[in-house]
């Protein structure tokens, strides 16, 4: 079946520092790879996506490069501000799983002024 | 402009009680999902539909039930609340054929005494 293991949290950075979160997966086919971003009190809202090998998706800022060959989709930022504090998702959906989003456990990330 | 809501917000029951959570999408999206969050778990699936008259079983769907009578809402229930079904519950659409983006409601924090 399929799965997506995302680095354990939570992770602390200062305003200005590199961020990477680190998310591999396991799917039949090939599958679409999202990063999904829920701020405090809030529903989940898509921050990038991927469809294919070597796409990168980007958004606000922060990019994920598609990787069929270590089955990775990391989440990189450059220069993280404050009102990037939020729980980041990544999840996937393959062919064979009729819609259905596989989600990680989230990482929730917190910026310091 | 389209949205997805869910009502209550919060809502606190009791054991053995039936409760029913609303959602109601204004996009005339096909696919309708209900997650539940919780620490450690990240969210979990509990039954989805892909139109109307059509349900599934998530991987969590015991103790709960949808019905989908129409395109916009997916309301749904447990049977009789559990301590273990406290949690935060998100709704979820998405178009028929761009199964990727979901998009979500706020969420209703459910209390079980």
């Known amino acids: 079946g399929n799965s997506v293991t995302q680095m354990e949290g939570p992770v602390t950075l200062s305003e200005e520092a590199f961020l990477t979160i680190n998310c591999t997966y396991t799917a039949t086919g090939y599958p679409s790879l999202f990063w999904y971003v829920q701020y405090p009190g809030e529903g989940l809202q898509l921050l990038l996506k991927a469809t294919k090998a070597d796409d990168k998706g980007s958004n606000k800022g922060f990019e994920a490069t598609y990787r069929k060959e270590t089955t990775s989709f990391h989440l990189e930022k450059g220069s993280v501000q404050v009102s990037d504090s939020a729980v980041y998702f990544c999840?996937?959906?393959?062919?064979?799983?009729?819609?259905?989003?596989?989600f990680g456990k989230g990482t929730l990330l917190t910026v310091n002024p | 402009d389209a949205e997805i809501t869910q009502s209550p917000r919060h809502k606190i029951t009791e054991t053995g009680r039936q409760v029913t959570l609303a959602c109601h999408q204004t996009?005339?999206?096909?696919?309708m999902f209900w997650y539940r969050q919780d620490l450690g778990h990240g969210l979990r699936l509990i039954h989805y539909s892909y139109g109307v008259q059509d349900t599934n079983k998530g991987e969590v769907s015991d103790g709960y039930s949808v019905s989908r009578s129409n395109t916009e809402d997916l309301p749904l229930t447990l049977e009789s609340a559990a301590s273990s079904q406290t949690s935060v519950y998100f709704c979820?659409?998405?178009?028929?054929?761009?199964?990727?983006?979901?998009?979500f409601g706020p969420g209703t924090r459910l209390l079980v005494l």
């Open positions: 999840a996937l959906v393959s062919g064979g799983s009729n819609y259905k989003l596989t």
């Open positions: 996009w005339n999206h096909n696919n």
């Open positions: 979820a659409s998405s178009e028929q054929g761009k199964s990727e983006t979901q998009y």
